[in-house]
């Protein structure tokens, strides 16, 4: 498997100095997902997707929430938020080849907001004369979802275009809690990617992609979500020791209401990036490499948060060089450091970076720093929001951005069908921004950004996973976080000690029929915390704990003929159901069954 997002340079799995997850096109197919955070929640340990308010959904990866986990499609971010979270329903799997993922801070290489990780989304390209997939998959509350894809390769073009449609209705849950009832949703997703190889050593790409997405809240009034994006890359190769990579990308993420009874469909938030960027790669020996860019970004921010729909607009420039040095083929070494300058925060910062990696017959020792750093946002600094009607959030310009230092030493044995890897790592994280409550010179309940006291995070990782020629296999990952609180500090934060991930799988292949049956398990520990009793600053915190809990699902996998495609999953095999919907409980109502066909039309006409 070849590896990007860790070091920006292709390397072998298991030659990257930096530990690095990557979840492959099998592995999704196992899983059968409707979007990245229903596969990663399956697949990781140490990361949790729940509701926050108005059950906008966020997420906590060992210890780092939204604004601090970066996402990314093809190497390229994202635009729009919502309470710090980008939408994770535009992030569709039926196009992904595999998916990437960094853990701890990656500054270095993707400036602002990779404190806590990077997840990098790699789409696939049409290798084949043509091919056209249909594909569909059917589980309870009427959760529907149909798509297909189209590509062809011809001479110097190829091309791949996805459709893609999801639906689920509004339902109930079972027991009192936080919420009674689950939002339904339907989603639009449209993506094509356009190749045209003119020389042997120039490629050229281009993408463009259209997402829609409706909530079925009670009442009279719809959110709607829209995104249009596009981009252009040219990728061209000097000779066996060199390559330039020169791109361009734009993305448009808007919010409107929609008003029913009228018809009447009101933006009121536009969040548009332009995004330029350049990155060169130089091997000197055949061995060591050495990697620079810039990036260029121009975010524009227009929201209902702002006073009176106001905009406001961020520039952003940065430069990094990397050098990756492999002195002998035991030994490696990874140094990087990055320049950030962000024009309305007024924000100058430098990340360096230093990577390590010592292989040693079937053992690999790796160890690193990173500092990371998080510019404010538009919205921290200029925000000014009646909430509900219920309170005030101010903006804070004067915000001094997050750092990190990120320290990480992991152990990995790998050996014929065996592979164990155990990492420990420890972040020391400044100035974060959050939330303070207090009473305005009015007497009204307010919150302001502020930048917080240090934080520490430490953990552990373990994982183990083995495959036999038989058929079976099994992994199992375990995630420990601590996060250290001084004196004076109140923990409010619900991120989980202990969790761990299993799966069990046993397949088999024949000429016109192969199966894959797993056993997918998920444990989650109880967390005990604080809540603020009421909105109103003076009323103090209550301890409260939020139960721990186990969800298993199995699923079968088969080819019944030459591309035709069955999968069929009971989803919480054992029945659970929280007593108490808390906004981190799965919001399931039960056991339940999923069915998809997946039809590869060109399949079935080759020979």
């Known amino acids: ?231 252009l890359k040219t990728n061209y190769t000097f000779n066996t020791l060199s390559n330039l990579e020169v791109g361009y990308t734009f993305d448009q993420y808007d919010k409107s209401d929609y008003q029913v009874l009228y018809k009447n469909d009101v933006r009121d938030y536009s969040n548009v990036q332009h995004n330029a960027h350049a990155l060169y790669n130089y091997t000197f020996n055949d061995k060591h490499t050495l990697t620079i860019g810039a990036d260029y970004l121009r975010d524009y921010l227009m929201s209902y948060q702002f006073t009176d729909n106001t905009d406001y607009t961020m520039h952003t420039v940065d430069a990094f060089g990397q050098f990756d040095w492999n002195p002998t083929e035991h030994f490696n070494v990874i140094a990087g450091l990055r320049f950030d300058y962000f024009s309305e925060s007024n924000v100058r910062h430098f990340s360096p970076h230093l990577g390590l990696m010592y292989k040693i017959g ?16 538009l919205k921290e600094m200029h925000m000014n929001f009646y909430m509900a009607n219920t309170m005030m959030i101010y903006g804070n310009p004067d915000l001094e951005p997050e750092t990190s230092h990120n320290f990480s030493l992991s152990g990995e044995y790998t050996k014929n069908r065996y592979n164990f890897t155990l990492t420990g790592y420890y972040n020391l994280v400044h100035d974060r921004i959050e939330y303070t409550s207090f009473r305005d010179t009015d007497g009204m309940i307010a919150q302001k950004y502020i930048n917080t006291p240090r934080v520490d995070i430490a953990g552990i990782d373990a994982n183990a996973s083995a495959k036999y020629p038989c058929g079976i296999g099994a992994r199992i ?88 495609n069955v999968n069929m999953a009971v989803n919480n095999l054992f029945n659970y159901r929280p007593d108490y919907y808390y906004a981190n409980s799965p919001y399931t109502t039960g056991t339940n069954f999923s069915v998809g066909l997946s039809l590869d039309i060109d399949q079935m006409f080759r020979k």
């Open 477 to 564: 990952s375990y995630t420990y976080i601590h996060e250290f609180m001084r004196d004076g500090q109140t923990k409010l934060s619900s991120t989980r000690p202990h969790s761990a991930t299993v799966r069990l799988e046993y397949g088999k292949t024949w000429d016109h029929y192969d199966f894959n049956l797993s056993l997918d398990g998920r444990a989650l520990s109880q967390v005990k915390t604080n809540q603020y009793t009421s909105n109103d600053p003076n009323a103090g915190t209550e301890k409260v704990t939020y139960p721990g809990y186990t969800m298993w699902n199995l699923t079968l996998t088969q080819r019944v003929w030459k591309g035709i």
């Open 1 to 231: 498997t070849v590896v990007v997002t860790g070091t920006r340079t292709p390397k072998l799995l298991k030659d990257a100095p930096i530990i690095t997850r990557v979840i492959t096109s099998d592995d999704i197919k196992k899983v059968n997902a409707n979007n990245v955070a229903d596969l990663l929640k399956t697949e990781l340990p140490g990361i949790e997707f729940t509701f926050s308010m108005d059950q906008q959904t966020a997420i906590n990866m060992q210890g780092f929430g939204g604004n601090s986990v970066l996402f990314l499609v093809d190497g390229e971010r994202l635009a729009g938020e919502t309470l710090n979270n980008v939408d994770y329903e535009r992030l569709n799997l039926d196009n992904v080849e595999r998916i990437e993922i960094v853990k701890g801070a990656a500054s270095t290489l993707y400036g602002s907001s990779a404190i806590g990780g990077v997840i990098n989304i790699i789409t696939r390209e049409s290798d084949d004369p043509w091919n056209l997939n249909l594909n569909s998959r059917f589980s309870e509350h009427n959760d529907q979802r149909y798509g297909g894809s189209v590509g062809f390769k011809a001479g110097k073009f190829s091309s791949l275009t996805n459709v893609q449609y999801n639906n689920v209705d509004t339902y109930n849950v079972d027991n009192t809690g936080d919420f009674s009832t689950v939002f339904g949703s339907q989603v639009w997703n449209f993506k094509e990617r356009l190749i045209y190889h003119p020389l042997e050593s120039l490629r050229l790409t281009a993408r463009a992609g259209y997402y829609f997405r409706e909530r079925n809240k009670p009442g009279d009034t719809q959110d709607r979500y829209r995104d249009f994006s596009g981009g």
């Open 362 to 377: 079937n053992c690999s020792l790796r160890g690193s720093y990173a500092q990371g750093f998080r510019s404010p946002t």
